[in-house]
């Protein structure tokens, strides 16, 4: 019986290029999950789109002099763009803002506030907030930045001087923008001063024991540094969060009261709404009917999985599933039940992710520098965009996986990336794919040749092989993506080490039987391997099936281990599968 599935891509921010650690965050691993899945035969709704809303394109547009519509118009084609170019398959890509996407995406917003408000989750507060009295505005979160207030786990002080008003990228944090050292605005650069507006507040200290129930209930293999984070925060306590904004660019607050006049709904409240919206818009285009998102967002049997960087734990592990409790149950319904979660209440209402899935950040190291933080504003990254226009997407993919911060951070260096291109991408695996091609095209046609007599050293390779679906599955539905392609490498070094002891090249000359048995078990191995690396490497793993001459219906996950018959014929000779790089290659791409 096939499982359904309903995987989440974080979504960009639509006001600038992507580059390797947002990639490496989460778009790549959702993307691998997400292949494994339609391999493996399961029911899956692969959903991401441009997060178009709030400070940060404003912001932006106004340093490009230009507005948010043309802003996140533009970053959303390029990012989807970009995206294609690596073989990420998203099967919709929205955008909260964008004109196909913004009617409904207000509106299942709307529908979300209204729901918790009428729970009665929201409390309406006047407090005091900070406004840039030059701009004549008030400063919503990222609208401030200045020193962190907060403590590192080690007791000693964050300090990072350009924390912003709604997070620290350092600590990782939340910040209230009021309680930000030395604070200034990041519109004129002015000292702010403090006024009073109305705005209304998630009480999520009252969800506490629920989120704990939850996590107690959900999170046993979720990721440390998810588990960690969360319930670090849920033992500090939860503070109340206003969910709306003193905005014009967003999501309207949808309620009948003066003053929510001019007021949007909080950037984090909406995007991930546009989950559910992006659902609603893909369920229009293929089932006919937008409601249909009901049969993922609101379907017991379905598992929903949001991939994410590690600055947007606090929202999908904290935020997020407090707003799902909050369209479930009233407040009087919480405080009957003590605060204690026990699960969703079934069909008809959303359910809560089944894995929140984050990988740490992805530094960076240049030639001759300090390893350091990717950083838009400096520059210091490199840009999907232009690696694109020179290299190959396969390699890259490999190295962000191979090398992915899944349990804490790493970083990318130019050195290693052409290393690890040439001594393993280059020397182990396509360099097997490609040993024996001559051979069978010569000596045999190009024809899988029958196995005479198989020894051990060949029944041992292919069980050895045969075992890796099941094996390589387990490792991608507890989201060890590094470890899974390992194995899959692994199983390469184990094949040219095979090839290297019976080295057909030789035997070709006086054992022909022998140098059949040889090729049939190199094809089958390659067989195998093949279907294993195309949710990694979904280019080569193309080169590979047709070279193979293997229909899709067979290039699935069940059927990886199915023999190739003696006597099939093969397609052409692959393509090279993976170019030989230098790192004076990059001078030419502005990367360093």
């Given at each position: 019986m096939n499982r359904k599935f309903l995987v989440t891509a974080a979504l960009p921010y639509s006001n600038g290029r992507l580059h390797v650690g947002h990639v490496a965050g989460a778009y790549l691993p959702a993307d691998i999950f997400a292949r494994y899945l339609r391999s493996n035969g399961d029911d899956?709704?692969?959903?991401?789109?441009?997060?178009?809303?709030?400070?940060?394109?404003?912001?932006?547009?106004?340093?490009?002099?230009?507005?948010?519509?043309?802003?996140?118009?533009?970053?959303?084609?390029?990012?989807?763009?970009?995206?294609?170019?690596?073989g990420i398959r998203f099967d919709i890509f929205g955008g909260t803002h964008q004109?196909?996407?913004?009617?409904?995406?207000?509106?299942?917003?709307?529908?979300?506030?209204?729901t918790i408000h009428a729970n009665g989750h929201f409390v309406k507060r006047t407090t005091d907030q900070l406004y840039d009295a030059q701009a004549a505005k008030f400063l919503p979160d990222r609208y401030v930045s200045g020193r962190c207030y907060h403590k590192l786990p080690n007791g000693l002080p964050c300090n990072n001087p350009t924390a912003l008003g709604d997070q620290c990228e350092q600590c990782g944090n939340s910040i209230d923008a009021l309680k930000l050292i030395d604070p200034v605005s990041t519109i004129t650069g002015s000292r702010p001063e403090t006024r009073t507006t109305t705005h209304w507040y998630l009480q999520l200290d009252k969800f506490q024991g629920m989120l704990a129930d939850w996590f107690s209930l959900t999170s046993l293999d979720w990721r440390p540094i998810v588990t960690n984070f969360s319930l670090g925060s849920i033992k500090s306590g939860l503070p109340e969060r206003a969910m709306t904004r003193d905005l014009t660019w967003g999501v309207p607050v949808p309620l009948d009261d003066p003053d929510a006049a001019g007021k949007v709904l909080y950037v984090w409240f909406d995007a991930p709404i546009g989950y559910v919206s992006f659902t609603a818009e893909l369920c229009k285009q293929r089932d006919g009917d937008p409601e249909k998102y009901k049969d993922w967002w609101q379907n017991p049997d379905c598992k929903i999985v949001h991939f994410i960087g590690e600055d947007n734990i606090v929202f999908h592990a904290l935020i997020w599933p407090a707003m799902l409790m909050g369209t479930q149950f009233s407040a009087e319904e919480m405080q009957k039940r003590g605060s204690i979660y026990t699960g969703p209440k079934g069909a008809g209402h959303f359910q809560l992710p089944y894995n929140v899935v984050a990988n740490a950040f992805l530094n960076i190291r240049f030639p001759g520098k300090e390893e350091e933080k990717i950083s838009k504003s400096r520059g210091t990254a490199v840009w999907i965009e232009d690696y694109l226009r020179s290299f190959d997407p396969d390699p890259l993919r490999y190295y962000l996986t191979i090398n992915a911060p899944e349990a804490q951070r790493t970083s990318w260096?130019?050195?290693?990336?052409?290393?690890?291109?040439?001594?393993?991408?280059?020397?182990?695996?396509?360099?097997?794919?490609?040993?024996?091609?001559?051979?069978?095209?010569?000596?045999?046609?190009?024809?899988?040749?029958?196995?005479?007599?198989?020894?051990?050293?060949?029944?041992?390779?292919?069980?050895?092989?045969?075992?890796?679906?099941?094996?390589?599955?387990?490792?991608?539905?507890?989201?060890?993506?590094?470890?899974?392609?390992?194995?899959?490498?692994?199983?390469?070094?184990?094949?040219?080490?095979?090839?290297?002891?019976?080295?057909?090249?030789?035997?070709?000359k006086t054992d022909m039987a022998r140098t059949a048995t040889t090729i049939h078990t190199c094809i089958q191995a390659v067989r195998t391997l093949g279907v294993l690396l195309e949710p990694f490497l979904p280019f080569a793993a193309e080169k590979i099936r047709a070279s193979l001459n293997v229909t899709q219906n067979a290039w699935t996950w069940p059927r990886a281990t199915e023999p190739l018959p003696d006597g099939h014929s093969l397609g052409p000779i692959p393509e090279v599968l993976f170019k030989k790089l230098d790192p004076k290659d990059f001078a030419l791409t502005g990367q360093q």
């Open positions: 899956v709704r692969f959903i991401c789109g441009s997060d178009d809303n709030g400070v940060a394109i404003e912001i932006s547009s106004r340093k490009e002099n230009t507005t948010p519509a043309e802003l996140s118009a533009r970053y959303n084609a390029r990012q989807s763009a970009d995206f294609d170019g690596l004109p196909a996407f913004v009617e409904t995406h207000n509106r299942i917003s709307q529908d979300f506030f209204k260096s130019f050195d290693d990336f052409v290393e690890r291109n040439n001594s393993e991408l280059i020397a182990t695996l396509g360099n097997f794919v490609n040993r024996w091609q001559k051979i069978v095209t010569d000596d045999f046609a190009r024809k899988v040749p029958a196995a005479t007599n198989p020894e051990t050293l060949e029944t041992d390779l292919l069980a050895k092989i045969h075992k890796l679906p099941v094996e390589v599955a387990a490792d991608l539905e507890a989201a060890r993506f590094k470890a899974g392609l390992g194995r899959i490498m692994e199983a390469f070094r184990e094949c040219n080490r095979y090839i290297d002891t019976r080295a057909p090249w030789t035997s070709r």
